[in-house]
């Protein structure tokens, strides 16, 4: 660990990057150990590096008055030694998210999954022959999300339209944390579901409410568009099969970011199954 003397004499945001580092590499240690004690996890030099560190910030005029309370409050928690682990997690990562902010840096996502960071393919439970097939999603974020979404609720296979954005974009692999590469998937021209034999149904307005749909043993959810919705094909697709379930809304938007949408979907569609 870089002495404080040193790293005071770095440029600032050289500097305050390092420190980041520092505190992120200190909270994946502790949340990691599933310790609430914190110094079976970090020596009495660390304590005093994070304190110290924390005071160094909280001088620094080019900070909100909001982060220099921060800093000096996480001080007195470091400073102290000893405190439940789950308040001085959340210290180190309060820190190091202002930090990355000030320095124009995005958080590297990572998953609390394993010493090595990957994700446990043991402990993925699939849902034989629950499909989903990913209309014309733009926004690298909505299939990012989506393949996380997908992963955590068993379904077997993604497809993809041809005009979906790459989950290999770096920000659809960022907002997915590992699962792009565990689960399933492929583009397609056209519409799976009938060289699947199974039934189609879409997430879309116009539908029977979620809560009255019966979500099938086996079947592909179509989800489309964040602008346009399932595509005119892609339902009669559906409305010969299924048909098209739809989640009630109360507000004066009454609309849902399709990833949103597609997560409460799929909740409910994973429930019905593990019931069976």
């Not at 005029?61 to 996480?74: I, R, T, W, Y």
């Not at 997915?176 to 699947?196: F, N, T």
């Not at 539908?207 to 009255?212: M, V």
Request: glycine share 8%.
């Amino acid at each position: 660990m870089i002495p404080l003397y040193k790293l005071d004499k770095l440029p600032r945001i050289q500097k305050l990057r390092k420190i980041s580092k520092i505190f992120t590499m200190a909270e994946k240690r502790l949340f990691m150990a599933h310790e609430d004690d914190c110094q079976k996890v970090f020596t009495t030099s660390e304590f005093v590096f994070f304190d110290e560190a924390a005071r160094m910030l909280a001088k620094d005029d080019l900070f909100s008055q909001n982060a220099k309370e921060v800093f000096l409050e996480a001080a007195e928690v470091f400073g102290a030694g000893f405190c439940r682990g789950s308040l001085f997690l959340r210290y180190l990562n309060g820190i190091k998210h202002i930090l990355l902010a000030e320095t124009g840096r995005d958080q590297a996502d990572w998953d609390f999954t394993g010493s090595d960071g990957k994700l446990d393919l043991q402990k993925r439970q699939v849902f034989k022959g629950m499909y989903v097939y990913m209309e014309d999603i733009r926004s690298p974020f909505n299939v990012g999300a989506m393949f996380r979404t997908a992963e955590s609720f068993g379904v077997e296979k993604i497809f993809l339209s041809p005009f979906c954005a790459d989950p290999k974009h770096r920000r659809a692999e960022r907002t997915a944390m590992g699962c792009i590469d565990i689960i399933p998937w492929e583009r397609c021209d056209i519409i799976p579901g009938s060289d699947l034999s199974i039934p189609i149904f879409a997430l879309e307005t116009g539908g029977l409410p979620i809560a009255e749909f019966p979500f099938p043993q086996r079947g592909l959810l179509i989800a489309g568009s964040e602008e346009l919705g399932v595509s005119p094909q892609a339902l009669d697709a559906a409305d010969a099969s299924l048909g098209r379930v739809s989640i009630p809304c109360y507000g004066s938007k009454a609309s849902l970011n399709v990833s949103v949408a597609f997560g409460i979907a799929l909740q409910i569609w994973a429930k019905s199954l593990a019931e069976k």
